[in-house]
């Protein structure tokens, strides 16, 4: 009789057991798997603010990683575009979070809000572009590299089918020019509404200038353009030499 009985409980046991190792497993490999979210952040100044001025902000943006939880990666620049497409903008903040929920406690931080009173007297215009780290390729090490930030607003009545055809083409260069140090892309989920109508974000980073070089007048990177200038509304390009 007994052995009737703890039979089936054991097997009980077992399912609960095994159920819980593959929820774990699964919850695991979720956590190590998730993209990043990335936090692009557009600051254009007013012409009377000071290099003194200046020099406070960022030094108040600098120091927010380490007053608010789930930010993992911070780094910061001054424009150094050869394109002259940066539409006046002169600086570029990339907050990376943890997650959604870390952004959900950056924005309405009492320091990120202490921050924001610091840098309106002297802002002309800002743009905010976030986007979950999609086809990720590349180091993962930044530091002092040449970040190159394109931002896309497409026409009215894009089809899905051409985005896609240009998602794909942007996602293959770095397989034609090995001057692509890391490359990455996602489209904006922001939810402050300050993207300005751009809805895509491409982030390529070259080792240095000279990867710049060769990949603005390559074959490859023509071909994508002579895809994606038709179907283009605005298009916003900014490079700068990754600092924390």
Known sequence: ??????TPISRILALITLTFMTTSCSTHTDQETAPPLRHVVLFKFKNDTSPVQIKVIEEAFRLLPAKIPGITQF???????????????THCFLVTFQDEAAREVYLPHPDHKAFVEILK???????????????????????DK???????????????????AIETKFTSLPGDITEIA???????????GLADGFTHCFLVTFNDDAGREVYLPHPSHKEF?????????KVLVFDFVSSE
């Open 121 to 143: 007297p002297s802002l002309d215009k800002v743009t905010v572009v976030d986007f979950f780290a999609t086809d990720f390729q590349g180091t993962s090490n930044v530091d």
């Open 75 to 89: 780094e910061w620049g001054t424009d150094v575009s050869i394109e002259g497409k940066a539409q006046g903008f």
């Open 1 to 6: 009789m007994k052995r009737s009985i703890l």
């Open 182 to 192: 890391a490359y990455e892309w996602g489209t904006n989920n922001s939810p402050e």
């Open 146 to 164: 040449l970040r190159h930030v394109v931002l896309f607003q497409f026409k009215e009545g894009t089809s899905f089918e051409t985005l896609r």
């Open 225 to 233: 353009g002579s895809l994606v200038r038709p179907n283009v509304e």
